[in-house]
């Protein structure tokens, strides 16, 4: 069974750091792209970062309202993706998708359960 | 960025109506257009990709249309556990974005 698994989300203060996991299972991690999705409570979906898969030498993208705060990084040996978050904000706060996609263009076939993120003092 | 507006952002329906979601791309995406499903505390799940091809263990009753700029998602007749949130995304450019949102009520 394909799956995509979350941790690592919790309460933070204002200008604190996270990082959140994401265990994958059931596919060939290194062949696919890997994006990090946030919902805040009560709103929309919103896309935060990708990493993309192997053959494109796993290169990443950002957010622009994240770009230079968050990175993300992947472990292909543990099948695991990572979220660092630096200088958060209140903004932040949502619950934190990791999502599965083929490659450019593909839909996000595959969504973890989700970890909540909550920033304040 | 390119900017989904779904419509209506919210409507009220009963078991059995059919019911139709539109979605329109502030520029042409072609068919890189997928249809999202999401219930309360649950994380969304994929109905429909590239604007008409339905996603393996979706119901029939879900079909979407469209191409370039704007797009439907019509559910034929409203089942009890289609009362939920449904959300549109481009994948056509990145930043891929989605739309706002449409909440199906009973």
């Known amino acids: 069974e394909v799956q995509l698994v979350e941790s690592g989300g919790g309460l933070v203060q204002p200008g604190g750091s996270l990082r959140l996991s994401c265990a994958a299972s059931g596919f060939t991690f290194s062949d696919y792209y890997i994006d990090w999705v946030r919902q805040a409570p009560g709103k929309g979906l919103e896309w935060v970062a990708r990493s993309r898969d192997k053959a494109n030498r796993y290169t990443t993208e950002y957010a622009a309202s994240v770009k230079g705060r968050f990175t993300v990084s992947r472990d292909d040996s543990k099948k695991s993706l990572y979220l660092q978050m630096n200088s958060l904000k209140t903004e932040d706060a949502a619950v934190y998708y990791c999502t599965r996609g083929g490659r450019s263009g593909s839909p996000f076939d595959t969504w973890g359960q989700g970890t909540l993120v909550t920033v304040s003092s | ?106």
């Open chain 2, 1 to 106: 960025d390119i900017q989904m507006t779904q419509s209506p952002s919210s409507l009220s329906a009963s078991v059995g109506d059919g019911v139709t979601i539109t979605c329109r791309a502030s520029q042409s995406i072609s068919t890189y257009l997928n249809w999202y499903q999401q219930k309360p505390g649950k994380a969304p799940k994929l109905l429909i990709y590239a604007a008409s091809s339905l996603q393996s263990g979706v119901p029939s009753r879900f079909s979407g249309s469209g191409s370039g700029t704007d797009f439907t998602l019509t559910i034929s007749s409203l089942q009890p556990e289609d009362f939920a949130t449904y959300y549109c995304q481009q994948s056509y450019s990145n930043p891929v974005t989605f739309g706002g949102g449409t909440k199906v009520e009973i």
